[in-house]
T-cell receptor, first 111, second 118 residues
Framework: DQQVKQNSPSLSVQEGRISILNCDYTNSMFDYFLWYKKYPAEGPTFLISISSIKDKNEDGRFTVFLNKSAKHLSLHIVPSQPGDSAVYFCAASAWDNDMRFGAGTRLTVKP | EAGVVQSPRYKIIEKKQPVAFWCNPISGHNTLYWYLQNLGQGPELLIRYENEEAVDDSQLPKDRFSAERLKGVDSTLKIQPAELGDSAVYLC????????????????FGEGSRLTVL
């Protein structure tokens, strides 16, 4: 039962351009959403989050958008940098549930 | 401040052998998680502790997996006996729960313990 889905296993963009990573969820009880970034041989690290009462949260080059009616969120990185190359996991949680993760999207930013 | 510490980083064992993983969470974090991550997939929750109490172990295969968090700090995850399909990365994470049920803040992950069962 995959409640959080990242349908694109990989994404490649040119340095300086925008990266858009997408995530869909099925559980309408989710009210908190996060993005984690993972480098090889390391654990995931928190990147940015958004509460269900908002539709946008911005932190520097990273912006997360939430569309509750579509049960969809996206992470925008602009401008993309080679150091952004990593696997990005979308995660969601509800007040009475634990955090669920998507399968991840591998982002490659080419110089 | 030290992050979440896990050991061993890598472990190779033969099937049917036991294995144990250890996790030291960030000081003061009352919630501790064990996640399983298979290749190409996201982390999947095995067990969550609030202090020393296991509040969600529904995904833990209890016939061969066990976990404990004595004194509400360090935790161990054990597999006995290990099977080929247990080869994966076992991630430990911790967080500071706000006391309102499941965590709504970020999780801090360790580097993981990669298990290979031959």
């Amino acid at each position: 039962d995959q409640q959080v889905k990242q349908n694109s296993p990989s994404l490649s963009v040119q340095e300086g351009r925008i990266s858009i990573l997408n995530c869909d969820y099925t559980n309408s009880m989710f009210d908190y959403f996060l993005w984690y970034k993972k480098y090889p041989a390391e654990g995931p690290t928190f990147l940015i989050s958004i509460s269900s009462i908002k539709d946008k949260n911005e932190d520097g080059r990273f912006t997360v958008f939430l569309n509750k009616s579509a049960k969809h969120l996206s992470l925008h990185i602009v401008p993309s940098q080679p150091g952004d190359s990593a696997v990005y996991f979308c995660a969601a949680s509800a007040w009475d549930n634990d955090m669920r993760f998507g399968a991840g999207t591998r982002l490659t930013v080419k110089p | 401040e030290a992050g979440v510490v896990q050991s061993p980083r890598y472990k190779i064992i033969e099937k049917k052998q036991p294995v144990a993983f250890w996790c030291n969470p960030i000081s003061g974090h009352n919630t501790l998680y064990w996640y399983l991550q298979n290749l190409g997939q996201g982390p999947e929750l095995l067990i969550r502790y609030e202090n020393e109490e296991a509040v969600d172990d529904s995904q833990l295969p209890k016939d061969r997996f066990s976990a404990e968090r004595l004194k509400g700090v360090d935790s161990t995850l054990k597999i006995q006996p290990a099977e080929l399909g247990d080869s994966a990365v076992y991630l430990c994470a911790s967080s500071l729960n706000n006391g309102q049920g499941a965590n709504t803040g970020e999780l801090f992950f360790g580097e993981g313990s990669r298990l290979t069962v031959l």
